[in-house]
């Protein structure tokens, strides 16, 4: 049965790519007919859900990956069956949501593309068996979340935080890539069962604060924990459905989830629960606080997202079975409530326009079925009997109190927390739906009638399934307890129960409520502290700190690739000598002895003297020349020079061409002199003495290096055999024409081709230039 | 003559070009020559599987006489990527390269890089590789001014002469090396390096004159200039073809003297190589931030690129290498395809300036899936080639316990990515801004061989992430060839037919 899932996985993605070619087909029921393979999906699983037992798991093996040893096989145990139905599930209803939602968009199948591509990414993610997979899952919701946040793409806004998105993703994932290589090296197996069945923990080793940290960073910017929360709120422009999509089941949990498939290979340390605990922490009391002080219904849920990652954050730092226990039944809560309100907030946009709870009053006449949804939505955010958030809020307050050491500060913020989260829910709740004579009455666009079942149907079936499971939690309790089994290593009896009796966390609950019902009252006065709190803390406004801080690196690269690339030519031309040269001498200090060749040099002729002493007197003269045609009579009489020492040590082939080359590049320099601008000395005085030692050092240089060549005695086998060979095999009696021609025919056709090359690109410059000034002559005329 | 068709089959199309004044049959000619040494390059890969090493006399001539040919994995890898890439620019170019151009031997010159290319590749005699790195420096000087516009001229005025100082270099360093050793062969030089390796440190200043030249080549940190200064200014099809091939084979060089003569003296080489390759990959990702040209962006990234390669090379380990032969492919496709794109965008709108670009994404989605492909390729996210690139280079640097550099070349991904996010949000999605008024083309012109080969490009660069594992066996099997120069110098010198 299981098998399947490879296959729907597969087809997610094959779907995805094919959706701009179906689209024209099916146009409005591309949703809907899309809709089917999430569904596929969540009835295998459930399948899978009620036979699993409390100690399997089940591999499903595939010989095909990128690389081997990352073949893309596939784990389902209880965490990956509680994570894949949330996906898959809530992934139909959106989906039957969208078709409705977006029917007034344009480029539907790029829509449909990105969602089923980041569908596809996600549930390979968490039923991934193998690390590296799990991790090229994990960059692909990163790479789809940012078309899907950007599909607004005309608006700046929509630019600016899908960019924010993503490189924060990115960066955790890069984080994460290189923990998992680590992690690879170390084990030798990316194989997340191997990991689990050898119970193989990294603890010990050296490099295990690298991987943790690494681990954390990526959970942490997947998961929007403080301080990289702030790409969620931004995560906002995208369409209701996407919010939804986002928030309830898939892209931020798979931080949570990650820390969960983790925990059998880096999780229980010391280090692992305090860092979690702190930013868990953090983040749950700032996300609820934050979500007191907005306006529209779409920010206020991602402000309670954040508090709810926190939470579970902060249960996985706890580090009990009963936290853990809390940690994964807090994330079905969650799910299935954030879901449902997210869509509650798309009818509402769409059957009024707006978004503000403050604008927005007495909805409950318009849209009466999905108030009475948005009503077991919000007790179970609550955390209220008779829904699941009760069990959920139960559960943590348990494993808060039961927190070893640590209950003194865990207890309290939880609690904060969860009291503003009540206050947040009556607010909202009260604000949309309860007539208010104040408020001026909300007109509405389509009233609920006009609406598709398929719009209304999430909300309300998620709104349901809180109530069912809140009501027979125990359908809950085996697949929690295989999950368990595999996160801690050791199974244990779970029971889930709506009532627990009177006790300690029944008190507490009854008082956070007290506590919730006040701040509502007295919202007004609280409001305003919080909003003067806010507006404080926007001085220090996250995402507009990360991109001035953009800005700045902007800025900060062009003022200095400006001043590396500045675009003047003798600068190159000096970097290149002078590192040249800094390279020469570095590994010139590394011989220590230096011996002169043993033979000596050879004494100098005077005629070589003279030759070398007019060759030398013309470079000076060559430098100071006034005049451009002096400079280069000069550097002609080099040149002659030159060929004349060939001539001496008898290579009179040599000097012939030399005298040759000399002399055509002189008739040419004299033939273009004339076209040349006026010579003119631009460089001042300074720089031509810098100029002038990085001269002479480089020519001290190339002397020294020439030098040290004589301390290896040359071996003449080559030449030897030129000589020999070149009239009995070569059949030629010049020996020079013999290697250009023969030995080394293939150096001298590439010569010619460099020739050729040059002969026909002069002409075609200049082909170029004629066409162009007949041109100009034409449009004169 | 196996190896010697890769620099026969290009001479032949420079000589037909002389002969042959329309344009088109030049453009159909020359797609059919690319085909040729397409398929005879990929006619190589059985042989070289067979024979390990594939050597050539020329003439005739044994081995440290004349001019050996010599074509290990690595080089017949290196031919056969070029080959590709020179096939589908080729193809692009008959559209996108505007007819005067192709008239006055627009084909002319990229066989002549070709030639050139090709040449390097398969060398084996040093100076033999001198004369071939002049043939495509000639042919892509004047391809890059042909035309004569006043920002080409002075790019490529650039271009030529810092690159003649590279040049300059390297034929310093031939003369010193044969004076001293008194053979070009590059077999014959290992082995006598090898021999007289406690002369070692006396051939440094020879050997470092030419790997400074091929830093040059290879526009590494700090001899890149000339790369940004030129890259920008010809026509797309040119820059891409540059883009594709040029300093891939400056790169390549160094990968063949560090593994036949660099590697003696280890200590030096290895810490220079490998910090002058974090270096251009930091400062060439740095500096892509600041720019607003298309084009000017993906030139400094090849910079960065490099440097990936470079590191690879340091590590100096099986994987290592292999990670920096496979990277050099996957850069090859992605950066020319990038390169590929910007054309488009430059035909379509007349502009690369990102300032006033805008809306491509909505006017041509096709184009805007090719251009993410290679963008998030380069950037190095899955499935595509450059993720398998980044991750062999990151596990060859943990493996070998350079876990500061392997951190390094990790984060400049992200700094990649947000380049490459930049100009998607700026070309592809955001509105034209209305003050900026761009002349549009009057009539919509054909692209349908741009087209196609964009896609065959894109692809490919799927495919090789996709089914990354046969080239990552090919590479290491390479990579084990390069780090055994035994194998190769008694391949050449005892060659027998």
Redesign the interface.
């Given at each position: 049965m299981g098998n399947i899932l490879l296959l729907l996985i597969g087809l997610l993605f094959l779907v995805g790519v094919l959706v701009p070619f179906i689209y024209p087909v099916l146009k409005k029921r591309t949703g809907v007919v899309l809709s089917v393979l999430p569904l596929v999906i969540f009835i295998v699983l459930l399948l899978e859900l009620l036979s699993i037992g409390s100690r399997e798991s089940i591999i499903l093996d595939s010989t095909w990956g990128f690389l081997s040893g990352m073949e893309f096989s596939y784990r389902l145990d209880g965490l990956s069956i509680i994570f894949g139905l949330l996906i898959s599930g809530i992934g139909f209803l959106i989906l039957l949501f969208s078709s409705y939602y977006m029917a007034k968009y344009d480029r539907q199948p790029h829509f449909y593309t990105y969602l089923t591509l980041f569908m596809g990414a996600m549930t390979g993610l968490v039923f991934a068996d193998n690390l590296f997979v799990l991790f090229v899952f994990w960059e692909l919701t990163s790479v789809a979340s940012f078309f899907l946040i950007g599909f607004d793409h005309h608006l700046e806004k929509s630019r600016q935080a899908s960019l924010q998105a993503l490189l924060i993703t990115a960066f955790g994932g890069l984080c994460l890539l290189f923990a998992i290589i680590l992690t690879g090296n170390i084990t030798g197996t990316y194989r997340i069962s191997e990991l689990i069945n050898y119970s193989i923990h990294l603890g010990n080793h050296p490099h295990y604060y690298l991987i943790l940290s690494l681990v954390l960073l990526a959970a942490i910017t997947k998961s929007a924990q403080f301080p990289f929360h702030f790409w969620l709120p931004g995560a906002m422009q995208a369409p209701t459905p996407i919010s939804a999509y986002l928030h309830s089941a898939t892209m931020v949990n798979a931080g949570v989830f990650l820390l969960l498939r983790l925990y059998p290979v880096i999780g229980g340390t010391v280090a692992w629960k305090y860092l979690l605990i702190l930013t868990g922490g953090i983040t749950m009391f700032l996300g609820a606080f934050l979500s007191m002080g907005q306006r529209d219904l779409k920010r206020i849920l991602a402000f309670t997202t954040i508090s709810a990652l926190g939470t579970m954050v902060l249960l996985i730092g706890i580090d009990t079975p009963n936290s853990i226990k809390a940690a994964i039944v807090f994330f079905i809560v969650h799910g299935l409530y954030k879901g449902g309100l997210f869509m509650i907030a798309g009818i509402i946009d769409k059957s009024t326009g707006s978004r503000d709870i403050y604008e927005l009053n007495g909805l409950f006449r318009g849209i009466p079925v999905t108030a009475i949804a948005a009503l077991l939505a919000v007790i179970s955010m609550a955390g209220l009997p008779p829904m699941l958030g009760f069990v959920g809020k139960e559960l943590v307050y348990e494993a808060q109190i039961q927190a070893p050491g640590i209950s003194w500060i865990v207890l309290p913020l939880g609690v904060g927390a969860n009291i503003l989260m009540v206050a947040v829910s009556i607010t909202v709740f009260y604000e949309l739906f309860v007539f208010n004579k104040n408020k001026p009455a909300t007109k509405f666009k389509y009233h609920e009638r006009q609406f598709p079942v398929t719009f209304l149907a999430g909300a309300v079936l998620l709104a349901i399934l809180g109530l069912g499971l809140g009501m027979s939690p125990r359908f809950l309790e085996n697949i929690l307890s295989n999950a368990l089994y595999y996160i801690q290593g050791h199974s244990m009896e779970i029971k889930l129960r709506l009532w627990h009796g009177f006790n300690q966390v029944l008190m507490l609950s009854i008082f956070t409520i007290f506590c919730g019902v006040a701040i509502f009252l007295f919202r007004k006065p609280v409001n305003r502290v919080i909003s003067t709190f806010i507006n404080w803390l926007d001085r220090y406004h996250l995402p507009t700190l990360f991109t001035s801080v953009i800005n700045y690196y902007i800025y900060l690269a062009s003022k200095n690739t400006r001043r590396i690339q500045h675009g003047y030519h003798r600068f190159y031309l000096l970097t290149f000598f002078l590192v040249t040269i800094a390279l020469i001498s570095l590994q010139q200090f590394r011989i220590t002895e230096v011996t002169l060749p043993e033979s000596g040099f050879s004494p100098v002729k005077w005629h070589v003297a003279l030759l070398l002493f007019i060759a030398s007197l013309s470079v000076i003269f060559a430098v100071f020349a006034k005049t451009r045609l002096s400079a280069i009579l000069a550097m002609g009489v080099i040149g002659y020079g030159i060929g004349m020492l060939y001539l001496f040590y008898g290579a009179v082939d040599l000097a012939i061409t030399q005298f040759l080359v000399e002399t055509i590049i002189m008739i040419v320099f004299v033939m273009v002199i004339y076209y040349l601008p006026r010579f003119a000395i631009l460089s001042s005085k300074t720089s031509r003495i810098r100029d002038g030692i990085i001269s002479i050092a480089v020519g001290a240089f190339v002397t020294l290096i020439v030098l040290k060549a004589q301390l290896i005695k040359p071996d003449s086998r080559v030449s030897d055999f030129f000589v020999e060979n070149s009239y009995t095999l070569a059949h030629g009696k010049n020996i020079i024409n013999t290697i250009l021609i023969d030995f080394r025919s293939l150096d001298t056709l590439g010569e010619m081709v460099v020739i050729t090359m040059a002969a026909a690109g002069v002409f075609s410059l200049f082909r170029f230039q004629i066409q162009r000034l007949k041109k100009k002559e034409e449009k004169k005329e | 003559m196996i190896l010697l068709a890769h620099?026969l089959l290009p001479?032949t199309y420079?000589l037909l070009a002389?002969l042959i004044k329309k344009a088109s049959i030049k453009s159909r000619l020359a797609v059919l020559f690319a085909t040729f040494n397409l398929l005879w390059a990929l006619a190589l890969l059985p042989i070289v599987q067979f024979k390990d090493i594939i050597v050539v006399q020329?003439?005739g001539?044994a081995a440290?006489?004349?001019?050996s040919?010599v074509a290990d994995r690595f080089s017949v890898f290196m031919l056969i990527m070029t080959a590709i890439v020179f096939f589908l620019v080729t193809i692009y170019a008959t559209q996108s390269v505007d007819k005067?151009r192709r008239k006055?031997?627009h084909f002319?010159?990229t066989f002549?890089i070709l030639?050139?290319v090709n040449?390097s590749f398969i060398a084996g005699d040093i100076?033999?590789l001198y004369?071939?790195y002049?043939?495509m420096l000639?042919?892509s000087?004047?391809l890059m001014?042909?035309?004569?516009e006043r920002a080409q001229m002075e790019g490529s005025i650039?271009y030529l002469?810092?690159n003649l100082?590279s040049a300059l270099?390297f034929v310093?360093g031939v003369g010193?090396l044969y004076?001293?050793?008194?053979?070009?062969n590059m077999a014959d030089l290992s082995a006598?390096i090898s021999e007289?390796s406690h002369?070692l440190?006396?051939?440094?200043?020879?050997l470092?004159?030419m790997v400074?030249s091929f830093a040059?080549k290879g526009a590494l940190v700090?001899?890149f200039?000339?790369l940004?200064?030129s890259y920008h200014t010809p026509p797309p099809a040119v820059s891409a073809l540059l883009a594709g091939l040029l300093t891939k084979v400056g790169i390549y060089s160094l990968i063949r003297f560090y593994t036949l003569f660099l590697y003696h003296d280890a200590p030096?080489w290895n810490q220079?190589i490998l910090w002058m390759g974090v270096l251009s990959m930091v400062?060439g990702v740095?500096?892509a931030?600041?720019?607003f040209d298309f084009r000017k962006i993906l030139s400094f990234h090849i910079i960065s690129q490099v440097g990936y390669v470079v590191i690879g090379l340091g590590f100096y380990t099986v994987s290592g290498i292999a990670a920096a032969i496979f990277f050099l492919a996957h850069n090859m496709l992605s950066k020319t395809n990038a390169f590929l794109v910007a054309g488009w965008v430059k035909r379509q709108k007349g502009t690369l300036n990102l300032k006033t670009l805008g809306e491509v994404?909505k006017e041509s989605?096709v184009w805007g899936v090719l251009f993410f492909i290679s963008a998030?390729s380069l950037a190095g996210?899955?499935?595509l080639s450059g993720?398998?690139g980044k991750?062999l280079i990151?596990?060859a640097g943990?493996?070998a316990n350079y876990?500061v550099v392997?951190?390094i070349a990790?984060?400049v991904?992200?700094f990649t990515?947000?380049s490459m996010?930049k100009i998607w949000?700026e070309v592809f999605?955001?509105?034209v801004p209305k003050d900026r008024v761009v002349k549009i083309p009057e009539k919509k012109r054909k692209s349908q061989y741009m087209l196609t080969a964009s896609i065959i490009m894109a692809i490919l660069i799927v495919a090789m992430?996709?089914?990354?594992?046969p080239i990552?066996t090919y590479c290491e099997q390479a990579a084990v060839d390069l780090l055994n120069p035994e194998l190769y110098i008694d391949r050449v010198l005892n060659f027998s037919r």
């Open positions: - | 620099i001479f420079i002389l020329v003439g001539w440290p006489y004349g001019i040919l005067a006055s031997g002319f010159f002549g030639m050139g040449g100076f033999n004369v071939w002049e043939v000639m042919s000087f004047i001014s042909l035309g004569g650039k002469i810092l100082i270099f310093s010193l004076g001293n050793l008194g053979t070009l006598i007289k002369m440190t006396h051939l440094n200043p020879a470092i004159l400074v040059i700090p001899f200039f000339w940004p200064a030096f220079l400062i740095f500096a931030s600041s720019q994404y989605p998030f996210l899955p499935p993720f398998i991750y990151i596990k943990i493996e876990i392997a951190l990790l984060f991904g992200l990515l947000f996010v949000l999605w955001k509105d992430g996709l089914w990354a594992q990552v």
